[in-house]
């Protein structure tokens, strides 16, 4: 498959996977857009050139201009294509160094002499290999921009909540005004992006934490063991994902996670990473939650963007607990879906899902995270599911794991 400075490609049943390195994003093209992607990648060519050579290629009852001019008016707006003596050609070069994390942040100095803290706290946890991190959460005399992201991040953490160390990782969660910085052993960030915040400090905490299994991926997602299946859920929120993970780990389930999944290479194949922060449910899953975990009702409300939260603690599973077959399943709520609904998906669609859902192959994606994201997804069943009834999905869910081979 062709490659240039700019852009990585490579197939993806009939769609074409685009790594944009200058902004670090990864786009899915229908096949349509693969098409012309790939028609440009050939040669510049006139707006009527491509036109015709489109036709050649595809039958279809539509003008194809009416197909064309949409998907390059996006590609110029995006700086894919420029269009130079009436010529439309793809973007072939960088313009200096790739953005890391798609430009959502700036890498810094390390170390990087950070503002004092009016405010500091340390907290303490642990994964289930041998490596401790010491939190240092901290927030300057600037106005706090961000007042819920600490006790959020204490919330969700909870769950890996251990005694001090002197054998740690040491990282740190600053909060300057509108400024969020990031340390880790190996780099420093800022970012103004409280989401992308957050979620850098799990990714660092995984990556510090697992460097001998390799993470290659982190996916917001849930993870749970049955038998010898992980259950890997992707989702963004609002879809079900949690209320689903904290009913499967009350029936029998070995919990792995609830917010980020890493995923790393081991002996026998990928290997499901646990990262076991604490559920977050939303005041929906309380009362249908609370018959498995009274102690719901004496959490506390954890107030985030325009949401709100309770976070419960689940017990993780022993070292001995590991899984070597995956199966992917996108789970979605859908009250008016009478029983559960399991339907396989092509691995495009599969892919489009997990990169809409949330997807970290490193701080500059790189084609060796790719590649191994890529037969990842080529070796594992991916599925949609839908559900109105837990047990009903508990019942599905066990069934399909039990069918993985």
């Known amino acids: ?4 400075n700019y852009f990585w490609i490579t197939d993806l049943d009939d769609h074409l996977l685009v790594l944009d ?10 096949p349509a857009a693969s098409i012309l992607f790939l028609l440009l990648e050939d040669g510049d060519k006139t707006f009527n050139e491509l036109v015709e050579a489109y036709s050649t ?8 201009s009416d197909i064309i001019l949409p998907t390059l008016s996006a590609w110029q707006n995006d700086q894919w294509v420029v269009e130079k003596n009436q010529h439309l050609s793809l973007r072939k070069e960088l313009d200096g ?4 994390f798609g430009g959502r942040a700036k890498l810094l100095p390390h170390p990087e002499n950070l503002s004092p803290a009016k405010q500091s706290e340390v907290f303490w946890m642990q994964l289930q290999s041998d490596t401790k991190c010491r939190i240092r959460f901290a927030v300057t005399e600037k106005n706090n921009a961000y007042p819920d992201a600490i006790p959020r991040l204490k919330a969700i953490l909870s769950g890996l909540k251990s005694s001090p160390s002197e054998l740690s990782v040491d990282l740190t969660f600053l909060i300057d005004g509108e400024d969020i910085y990031i340390q880790t052993p190996n780099y420093s960030l ?6 992308f915040g957050l979620s850098s400090l799990a990714t660092g905490i995984l990556h510090h934490s697992y460097q001998e299994r390799n993470p290659f991926a982190t ?21 079900g994902k949690s209320t689903l993970a904290g009913y499967l780990a009350a029936h029998d389930w070995h919990y792995l996670g609830d917010d980020v999944v890493a995923l790393g290479s081991g002996d026998k194949g990928v290997e499901v990473l646990p990262f076991c922060t ?21 959490l506390p409300v954890i107030p985030y963007a325009d949401r709100k939260a309770r976070f419960i603690e689940i017990e993780p599973p022993s070292r001995q607990q590991r899984a070597f077959k995956n199966v992917v399943v996108l789970p979605k709520y859908n009250a008016q879906c009478e029983g559960t609904h399991l339907q396989r998906l092509s691995k495009s669609d599969a892919m489009i899902a997990i990169i809409h859902s949330g997807l970290t192959v490193g701080l500059t994606p790189n084609a060796s995270n790719l590649i191994q994201i890529l037969n990842f997804i080529q070796a594992t069943e991916c599925y949609a599911f839908e559900y109105s009834d837990l047990s009903a999905a508990n019942r599905s869910l066990k069934e399909l794991c039990d069918a993985i081979q």
């Open 1 to 4: 498959m062709p490659d240039s």
């Open 21 to 30: 390195k200058g902004k670090a994003e990864l786009h899915v093209l229908n």
């Open 57 to 64: 290629l595809v039958e279809t009852n539509s003008n194809p």
């Open 97 to 100: 160094m790739p953005k890391p």
């Open 190 to 195: 800022v970012t103004t992006d409280e989401s």
């Open 219 to 239: 996916l917001h997602a849930a993870a749970l063991i049955h038998k010898n299946c992980n259950l890997i859920m992707p989702g963004r929120s609002g879809r």
């Open 278 to 298: 604490a559920v977050g449910l939303k005041p929906g899953s309380w009362e249908l939650l609370k018959p498995w975990y009274p102690q719901l009702d004496s």
